[in-house]
């Protein structure tokens, strides 16, 4: 079914979940153990997210060094479909520009319709690390919303190869991402709203935001998408903060702010206990003022952290 279907029929505020593939090694077995004690709380689906391979030097035996890409997290597409059928739930793959060429993407496509994956969350894609900023393949896509026409494309029965004509049409639902506190790219959150709402006129059916810990962000974020004609559900991803580790690393990596109020209770706390209950706390109070604000899903990236989502989701759910 389709994540805009499971919003459409609900009658209350829906669950759902991001998981990241495991390490290449483990088995699906920890997809399972990660996501059981979180099934109980019923989410509508599960997202699942995509890792790029990147570039590594290896040392031969002879002291020279090899160039190899590595992928660390591979398997986005097998568990989704290990999910759908283990669970009978939906699972929604991220699909990204980076790494894939245009005609990649679209055996991609069709892997994923043959699965019955009706659904897609497409994204850019960061730049690897060796890149300073997001390099496309040759004959990749450069941003989101060209793939995402791509997707459209398929939806119209339209293939790369111009000869295939008649050809099956797909019916993804496509979610794409938005940011409540801008995208570190974009030089100003007017900029970055209209190219959002580009995403929206050229096919998206929902966004899904990154993470905030300040609910008033996300607020003003709704208020200006729907000034700007922005239609389409907005979905908040959230997520816990568990370490004082965290209070620097997120901020670097997700362009996010901590509040005052939340960096300055983490920072008294002398242990990761404590900060893991003091993020649980202002997940559990961020979550009921979202629901009581209306938003149609609480989505929550679980990242190896079940046993606290699962703390803050027996609280609403
Ligand atoms: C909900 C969510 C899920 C994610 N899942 C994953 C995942 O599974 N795997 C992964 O690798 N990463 C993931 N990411 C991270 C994401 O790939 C990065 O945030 C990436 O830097 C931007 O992706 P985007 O889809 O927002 O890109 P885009 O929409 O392409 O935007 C990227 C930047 O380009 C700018 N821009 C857009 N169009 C134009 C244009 N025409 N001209 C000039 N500038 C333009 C935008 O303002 C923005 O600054 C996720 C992010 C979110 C919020």
């Not at 060796?130 to 060209?146: C, K, M, V």
């Not at 905030?212 to 908040?236: L, S, W, Y």
Request: aromatic share 8%.
């Amino acid at each position: 079914m389709k994540i805009i279907q499971h919003i459409e029929h609900a009658q209350k505020t829906l669950l759902s979940y991001e998981i990241l593939p495991p390490l290449k090694g483990r088995s699906i077995a920890s997809i399972y153990d990660h996501l059981d004690p979180l099934m109980e709380y019923k989410p509508s689906w599960i997202n699942v997210t995509y890792h790029r391979s990147e570039t590594a030097f290896k040392k031969r035996s002879d002291g020279s060094f090899e160039k190899v890409e590595i992928r660390k997290r591979p398997g986005t597409v097998g568990i989704c479909a290990a999910i759908m059928n283990h669970y009978k739930i939906d699972a929604v793959p991220h699909i990204i520009c980076g790494g894939f060429k245009k005609r990649e993407t679209e055996d991609a496509l069709i892997d994923l319709n043959f699965l019955g994956i009706d659904n897609v969350l497409v994204i850019r894609g960061d730049a690897s690390r060796n890149e300073s900023l997001f390099e496309p393949e040759t004959d990749g896509h450069i941003y989101a919303i060209d793939l995402l026409k791509q997707v459209v494309n398929l939806n119209n029965g339209l293939y790369l190869d111009e000869d295939i004509r008649d050809g099956g049409h797909t019916n993804f639902c496509i979610g794409v991402a938005g940011y409540p506190e801008k995208h570190f790219e974009a030089p100003n959150p007017d900029v970055d709203l209209q190219r959002l709402k580009t995403k929206v006129n050229a096919g998206a059916d929902y966004i899904m935001t990154q993470m905030f810990f300040d609910n008033d962000k996300f607020f003003d974020f709704v208020k200006n998408c729907r000034a700007e004609g922005i239609e389409v559900p907005i979905i908040p991803g959230l997520k816990p903060i568990t370490s004082k580790k965290q209070l620097s690393i997120l901020p670097r990596i997700f362009h996010v702010d901590i509040p005052p109020m939340l960096a300055n209770a983490l920072l008294k706390c002398k242990s990761d206990a404590e900060c893991e209950k003091v993020g649980t706390e202002w997940l559990v109070e961020q979550s009921k003022e979202l629901k009581a604000y209306g938003v149609p899903v609480l989505h929550y990236y679980t990242l190896g952290k079940p046993s606290v989502i699962a703390n803050v989701v027996k609280e609403l759910f």
